[in-house]
């Protein structure tokens, strides 16, 4: 199988220009390192009607392509099944009927990391299972025999977080991002994750499990978001920050990718003629302000 990179929206609504950032920077790491650049639409949650289509209209606007069709999550149900099926053959996990607030509520389990599950529902007996059953649906969790895993990063090092007993499938029967994104990049041949750095506390998790299922783990680079003035990671809230927003007050998507590339250290223009140019060496470590360009 090919190796590759991906950019993987979720298609909750317009992509603004801190997704398209990242996008491009992912489509550069891929293409730089000779591999392909495939797009998937993580589609399980907070999918809203007509997103898919406006964020490929987008990413194509600013010069992106990708190498095979496009895969959606929702597509890929069998995959998580097997999985979980796996993980649960092997005893690696167990039902939990905890609602937030009784989490929140709970007392940490002893030298626990702070926001781990207190694992409250780890040593239930099948007959509080059973009780329990009749009056919520479970969940279901891995039964981790870790409390934290280091993951090397190509811009930000060594990184050591957290890993408890995550949940793999929420009790209304969708498969959690952490376990569908360590299959889907697996089963896509995805050795290289270009994502923004929000992400990487979760990072940890998903390597332990990709490890537990025998699956590769990818390399990692995860990128500075984009904030407004204050600092913020950015939104819509924030005035023109789609590409839509910013047509509408005069500014093209090219001129977009190119003040994207700009931040990025590289010449403006078309994204293959910035890839000579491109080290990830040299990026810029810290996130980067927008400030709506000039018309």
């Not at 979980?84 to 167990?94: F, H, K, N």
């Not at 929000?198 to 998790?205: I, V």
């Not at 990818?218 to 819509?236: F, I, M, Q, S, T």
Request: charged share 25%; hydrophobic share 40%.
């Amino acid at each position: 199988m090919t190796s590759a990179g991906r950019f993987a929206p979720s298609p909750s609504g317009e992509l603004h220009v801190g997704n398209l950032r990242t996008a491009i920077l992912a489509w550069l790491f891929a293409k730089a390192s000779g591999r392909d650049f495939l797009l998937r639409v993580e589609d399980l949650d907070r999918a809203r009607s007509g997103a898919e289509t406006e964020q490929l209209r987008d990413l194509r606007a600013i010069g992106l392509t990708w190498d095979a069709d496009v895969v959606r999550q929702t597509e890929r149900g069998a995959l998580y099944d097997q999985a979980i099926q796996r993980l649960t053959s092997e005893g690696r996990t167990y039902e939990c009927f905890c609602t937030r607030r009784e989490i929140q509520e709970a007392p940490s389990a002893p030298h626990a990391p702070q926001g781990a599950y207190p694992g409250t529902c780890r040593r239930l007996s099948a007959a509080e299972r059973e009780i329990r059953r009749a009056s919520r649906p479970a969940s279901i969790r891995l039964r981790s025999e870790v409390t934290e895993r280091s993951v090397e990063d190509q811009l930000q090092g060594t990184f050591v977080g957290m890993v408890d007993d995550f949940v793999l499938r929420r009790n209304d029967g969708v498969t959690a991002y952490n376990l569908a994104v360590v299959v889907d990049d697996a089963a896509q041949g995805i050795d290289q994750v270009v994502r923004g750095d929000d992400l990487l506390p979760s990072t940890p998790r998903q390597a332990y499990l990709a490890t537990l299922l025998g699956l590769p783990v990818p390399e990692y680079a995860h990128v500075p978001l984009v904030v407004n003035h204050d600092g913020v990671r950015l939104a819509k809230r924030d005035g023109a920050v789609t590409l839509d927003d910013l047509a509408a007050v005069g500014i093209p998507a090219a001129r977009v990718r190119d003040v994207l590339l700009e931040s990025l250290g590289l010449p403006a223009g078309p994204l293959a003629a910035a890839l000579g140019g491109f080290d990830p060496a040299t990026l810029p470590k810290d996130p980067w302000v927008w400030i709506t360009p000039q018309t």
